[in-house]
């Protein structure tokens, strides 16, 4: 560890003259890595971080005596809290194992540059102009790699390779891992494994010596992978700017971790614009937001800007109903689980399949979907009764879950929500097969999502031909849930800018019907792109969180902080509505 963190700059060990090129820096997109092994005066190093782009973020790597570096100019650098891990290539043994459901390739095409900023958005990462990544799709020191899957064709994950060697001669012919991300919507296991293989083999096959990356010290899961496949710690240093995209590395430890995703992606905008944040019960997802004279109150993405009254009439799903019906929205008909036996019966032997949900309630809990035995409806209104004393009975509508974000009576996202599966291995029971899926998916929400061994599950599995126990076939997926909900297990995926202008036009009727700022509005449809639909339900306090790209906090802390806009981001505005006027 010694010999590797203190040898001199490149080409001058035993006095030789320098062999590779001087001060080499390269862009990535995101920013420039800076090879700190190639500078020869540490307040040259300092000169290239100080030119770095805003909403940028360079790395200075492989930095000797980092306490020198950071002494020259404490106010504008910090020393990156990362390991670095490298493994030798001459010692790497390549997997059998066939990744199931996806294949590895180089990135083609534009629509795997947007796919890859994407998945950066989704893990708050830094987003590449996608030009870049086309323009850099041949270049000989930046590889770029994605994993697709195989049914769906939707890119899942990706990573990036730097060629030492190529990059600027450099005689250890070194390489280097960056930017390794995994959809977190993703459902297929070992993504990010296939991904790190096929760079590792890759570099190999080009005689490079090493693989080198930089992780978090505290990304436990990444460390534990980089381990499994031979990379070892080895003790150089990287150091970054001072910039708002950094704050979290230098500021030390993060003073909102007890709050959840959807009230922790509103605080983060908030105090990214300078509006002072204060958490009153981080547990119930609560703060204050203060910005000059103004005070605005938050549970998550309900704030005092909702009335009581339109907080009510969507806690009731059935006065939600009445209210949009009335102003032209379409829904589905409806009874309540009171009604006489055989109201009911006539109902189910009317629409064939029915759902029952409680009156009130959030997050999916006691709906059961698509029952079609009147012992299955009553055994569910007594499920439903342990949520809400009123219960529904509701005709059943074939089609897509689509969550639409209207904020401000405008669309802000809007986006596909599928039920959980699980994909067999010819090995794993059901019930292991959830059990797995649902740590990944709790990992990947913050914990967020996990998929309820209830009855609901159990019935969704015994209406597919198996049970818990059953060994589900290699390669076959099972739906395991009705609905998709992102608590039970459902995932999201955005269609904004292909959903239909008459499923738009709906959401914001909704919304004016319900006199609601803020709400996330459920329609059943045949798909996005045609106009058919059938209202489900209004949600008064959405989910903010993974609609990525989409700018959900962004349009959140707009509406309650409308000076809080860059200037120039309002004088578009307004002339844009000059035009249309």
Known sequence: MREQGLKPPIGTQGGRQPTGEADVT???????????????????????LQEELPERRDIAVYIRNPHVLLANAPQDVFLDPSHTFRLDLGTYRASSRVPKGFFIRRLTSQVDAEAINRIYAARRMVTVPPEFFWAKRDARAITYFVAEDETTGDVLGTVTGVDHHRAFDDPERGSSLWCLAVDPQTRQPGVGEALVRRLIEYFAARGASYLDLSVLHDNEQAIALYEKLGFERVPFFSVKRKNPINETLFT?????????????????????????????????????????????????????????????????????????????????????????????????????????????????????????????IEAAITEARKI?????????????????????????????????????????????????????????????????????????????????ESILPENEELQVRRTANLHTGGTLHDVTGSVHNGLVEASIKAARSLEIPVVGIDLMVKSPCFPDYHFIEANERPGLANHEPQPTAERFIDLLFPLSVPAAMRQVAAESAEVKG
């Open 26 to 48: 390269i862009d990535c997109g995101w920013g420039r890595l800076i090879f700190g092994q190639t500078f020869q005066d540490p307040e040259k190093v300092i000169a290239a």
């Open 252 to 376: 030390g430890r993060e003073v909102d971790a007890a709050l959840n995703p959807y009230a922790k992606i509103i605080v983060r905008e908030a105090r990214r614009r300078g509006i002072h944040v204060e958490v009153t019960d981080a547990e119930g997802g609560f703060f204050r937001l203060i910005y000059g004279g103004r005070s605005v109150r938050c549970r998550e993405s309900l704030s005092e800007l909702t009335s009581a009254v339109s907080m009510s009439l969507c806690d009731d799903k059935a006065v939600t109903r009445r209210v949009v019906s009335e102003a032209g929205v379409r829904v589905p008909e409806q009874i309540v689980s009171t009604a006489p036996t055989a109201q009911i019966e006539d109902f189910l032997k009317r629409y064939g399949r029915v759902v029952v949900k409680p009156a009130r309630g959030e997050q999916g809990r006691g709906i059961a979907v698509g029952l079609s035995e009147m012992a299955e």
């Open 388 to 468: 809400s004393d009123v219960v529904l009975i509701e005709e059943f509508v074939e089609g897509k879950d689509l969550r639409l974000v209207v904020i401000n009576y405008r669309l802000v996202a809007a986006a596909v929500r599928r039920p959980a599966f699980v994909v067999g291995d010819g090995k794993k029971t059901i019930r292991e097969l959830i059990e797995k899926q649902s740590r990944r998916r709790a990992a990947g929400t913050g914990g967020e999502s996990r998929i309820p061994m209830d009855a609901e599950t159990e019935r969704t599995i015994r209406q597919a031909g198996f049970a818990y």
